[in-house]
Nanobody
């Protein structure tokens, strides 16, 4: 069992930066690949980034590649999403998710076993 709690969302101007954090509970955090997804009102949940269990492999959606960075600290049971050069279209609720096993199929939200409650990111133009 894994519980996830996101933090770090807020209101930021276009071009600004935010760092989202996700704190995990449970003894086997390093057994899970971790992902970030987002969902804007009226839209489907969208893949943002995934990181392997060791943290050595990452994948990003084309819409955030080069602007966002996912990382993890297994000792602290934390995963992060550093977001830079934010755009109004990045406005959404951002969710942290844990996938039992490796990062394969990590772009598919249906592959994940546990989800956080989400944190809102709003980018003003």
């Amino acid at each position: 069992q894994v519980q996830l709690v996101e933090s770090g969302g807020g209101l930021v101007q276009a071009g600004g930066s935010l760092r989202l954090s996700c704190a995990a509970s449970g003894r086997t955090f390093s057994s899970y690949a971790m992902g970030w997804f987002r969902q804007a009102p009226g839209k489907e949940r969208e893949f943002v980034a995934v990181i392997s269990r060791s943290g050595s492999i990452t994948y990003y959606s084309d819409s955030v590649k080069g602007r966002f960075t996912i990382s993890r600290d297994n000792a602290k049971k934390m995963v992060y999403l550093q977001m830079t050069s934010l755009k109004p279209e990045d406005t959404a609720a951002y969710y942290c998710a844990a996938k039992d096993g490796e990062y394969y199929n990590g772009m598919d939200y249906r592959a994940y076993d546990y989800w956080g409650q989400g944190t809102q990111v709003t980018v003003s133009s």
